[in-house]
């Protein structure tokens, strides 16, 4: 409830509006009384508008801290599977042994997906970007779970939740398959979630006994939990707005899936190996770095609108980009170009003055292609893991009374005019 309230004089008229705290971070104030003061407010980029109430993740930009369900990422991401992670988001704690074992089998009896789907792949191009498939084959999911699923109703959530987490990685492996011209492989239940995926992913009938090296398991496992939520971001505040009129759940992720698809968010992994890729030598990137400052380009992978300070995700990141190419013996190139962007970065007045420092994604590609991940399909894996994060959102917002999100806006169009027929039109 409120503790104390802010006072707005406009017009006159004296508001009184509610500050309500939470457990962590700022305060907010409840402008709802300004209904009756015949004023929006404004606020372009949501830059200082908290629309929701939420008890998920909570992030302190300045510290560099992020806490799911109150568990810091590098503890999470460095001791627990995804799995876990992914239960801890929905139901509000890591779960016990008994709870993680009932979890983890219903994910693997639902890794399965309609036979029919497959016809939605063969309508796209060979060629077409694995994220465009996406967006259409988990919104075709909604066709195939629509008529039995009442979203007013707990079960129906939670079975909801269970089919769209363990039917990600089947969904992106076939994207990827598809785009390979290879056979789609099924899954394996003997196989853990991430073992699951990277065999859906590099297996071929030809080689079924196709095993996932640990290493890259466990970095994959770790990838999965380090992009699995982030409160109110792009993407999950499009699921949010979606899922507040009462839509379809799947459409609400594939709605999800799209606004992540941005090279502003998601879609920024695959932007930093091609902006590698564009700079190609250490040698070049001093003349990079000017035109990062001209404007001309972003410094892809850097910047972040919360994090002011480290993204702690980036430096669990980091460690496992080591782990990862010095346990396959791989010595990339990029990685050291991404080390002496970094470096200047970090010390470069024009980056340390806009607080810019390596976000999530500006390792994470570095890891993917050394698994052997097409750069195409790094915004698929993010939307992979993401979907714990998205599908905890929604099941949180029904778990309350919700109004429909329907926000306004500052007008500054044509005033009123009479219509004009086309003949006295100028
Ligand atoms: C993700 O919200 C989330 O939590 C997202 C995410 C998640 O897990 O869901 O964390 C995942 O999306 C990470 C961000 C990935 N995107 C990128 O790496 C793309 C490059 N970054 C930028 O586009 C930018 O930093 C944003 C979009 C991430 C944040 O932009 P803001 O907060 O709106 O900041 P801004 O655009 O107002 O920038 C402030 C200043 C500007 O300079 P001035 O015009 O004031 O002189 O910093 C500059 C910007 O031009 N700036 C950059 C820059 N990012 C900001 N300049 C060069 N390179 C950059 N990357």
């Known amino acids: 409830m409120a503790d104390t309230n802010a006072k707005l004089t406009v017009n006159s008229e004296e508001y009184e509006l509610p500050i309500i705290k939470g457990t962590l971070g700022r305060p907010v104030i409840d402008i709802a009384a300004l209904q009756d003061s015949g004023f929006w407010s404004y606020d372009p980029g949501f830059k200082v508008t908290a629309p929701v109430e939420s008890k998920i993740t909570y992030i302190d930009g300045g510290k560099g801290e992020l806490l799911h369900r109150g ?32 979890f983890f089998e219903k994910i693997r009896k639902h890794t399965g997906v309609h036979d029919q789907l497959r016809k939605f792949f063969e309508g796209f191009r060979r060629d077409a970007h694995p994220m465009a498939i996406m967006v259409g084959v988990v919104g075709a999911l909604s066709a195939f779970y629509h008529d039995n699923l009442d979203v007013s109703n707990e079960a129906h959530r939670e079975i909801t939740a269970i089919r769209l987490i363990a039917k990600m990685p089947t969904l992106a492996a076939m994207s ?25 992913m590099f297996a071929t009938p030809a080689d079924v006994d196709y095993e996932p090296n640990d290493v890259v398991t466990r970095a994959m496992d770790k990838i999965f939990t380090l992009h699995a939520d982030h409160e109110q971001n792009a993407s999950t505040s499009t699921v949010r707005l979606a899922g507040s009129t009462g839509a379809n759940p799947y459409a609400c992720i594939a709605a999800g899936i799209a606004a992540l698809w941005g090279p502003s968010h998601g879609g920024a992994n695959e932007a930093v190996l091609e902006m590698l890729d564009e700079i190609g030598t250490v040698e070049n990137v001093p003349a990079f770095m000017e035109k990062v400052k001209s404007r001309e380009v972003k410094l892809m992978g850097f910047g972040h609108r919360v994090y002011k300070n480290f993204d702690p995700r980036a430096q669990v990141m980091k460690e496992t980009c080591d782990e990862v190419l010095g346990a ?70 029904h778990s309350a009374p919700f109004k429909i999100g329907r926000p306004r806006q500052l007008y500054t169009g044509e005033t009123h005019r009479d219509f004009v027929k086309v003949e006295d039109r100028k």
């Open 328 to 397: 396959l013996g791989i010595n990339d190139p990029k990685l050291e170009l991404a080390m002496a962007l970094e470096k200047i970065a970090l010390e470069d007045p024009f980056f340390v003055e806009r607080n810019l420092y390596p976000n999530v994604d500006f390792y994470s590609g570095i890891i993917l292609k050394a698994i052997g991940i097409p750069t195409s399909m790094f915004t698929v894996i993010f939307s992979l893991a993401r979907t714990s994060g998205w599908i905890s959102h929604w099941l949180e917002m």
């Open 176 to 200: 990827y398959k598809y785009s390979q011209g290879e056979p789609f492989m099924y899954p394996r239940n003997d196989f853990s979630y991430a073992e699951n995926f990277l065999y859906m």
């Open 71 to 102: 568990y810091p990422i590098d503890q999470l991401a460095n001791n627990a599977e995804y799995l876990e992670v992914a239960y801890a988001l929905i139901h509000g704690d890591l779960p016990n042994a008994e709870q993680k074992a009932d």
